[in-house]
């Protein structure tokens, strides 16, 4: 067990070393590797890693809260049972990742790459989405309501039992994915209609 407290890292691979259980407080880690790392229960707060790699990471069991992770890549890393509590993902890319059994508490997941993501059930309210790419995502049963999913891309996205009710959905083509089963407010109905052409008078 380690703790980092109030440290900044440039360039500096950590792939290589064990930093399990480990804690790393106010720390900047910028364009660092952590690639086929062990990170396993690591805890972060108000940390901030900027184009980080992550990529084949064991990242499962760790709590991060209030960091921030932009531009970052997380192909291929196992965030099984990961806590991201109102951290800020924008630009990172979950391609290929283990989200199973993650935690997402509010935050900013903005233009996220999170195409064929699994999400089943997964309590999602308030988070913001915005242009993110959920192509091929299933969120089945995912409470979804009040998150931001302007501009988000739905397309061939599982939401069968999904709730969306008050989340901000202009810009997304409707038309791209299924929404029988979906719970849906008046306004998502609306742009639904409007989307396969319809007029609303």
């Known amino acids: ?29 910028n364009r ?6 062990s990170l396993e229960e690591i805890a972060s707060s108000n940390c901030r890693f900027i ?18 992770f932009e531009n970052c890549y997380f192909n291929g890393a ?16 979950f391609s290929g990742s283990n989200l199973d059994g993650i935690t997402i508490f ?5 233009y996220t790459n999170m195409r064929h993501t699994r999400l ?4 999602m309210r308030g988070v ?3 242009e993110a790419d959920l192509s091929g995502a299933s969120l089945k049963k995912a409470d979804l309501r009040d998150c931001d ?5 739905l397309a061939k996205a599982k939401l069968q039992g999904a709730d969306v009710r008050g989340a901000k959905m202009e810009g997304v083509d409707f038309k791209t994915f299924s929404i029988i089963g979906m719970k849906m407010d008046r306004e998502q109905s609306v742009l639904f209609s409007l989307s396969h052409g319809a007029k609303v008078g």
């Open 51 to 68: 184009e980080c790699d992550f990529r084949g990471a064991l990242l499962n069991g760790s709590i991060h809260k209030e960091s921030a």
């Open 32 to 37: 660092c590797s952590f690639s086929n790392g």
């Open 1 to 29: 067990m380690f703790l980092y407290s109030n440290r900044n890292y440039e360039g500096v691979n950590f792939g290589t070393q064990d930093l399990r259980y480990g804690e790393i407080i106010s720390c900047t880690f």
């Open 78 to 93: 196992n965030l099984f049972v990961t806590k991201f509590d109102k951290c800020k993902m924008t630009g990172s890319d």
């Open 106 to 110: 509010q935050g900013d997941w903005s």
């Open 128 to 130: 913001k989405f915005y």
């Open 120 to 123: 089943i059930s997964q309590d």
């Open 149 to 153: 999913l302007t501009m988000a891309i």
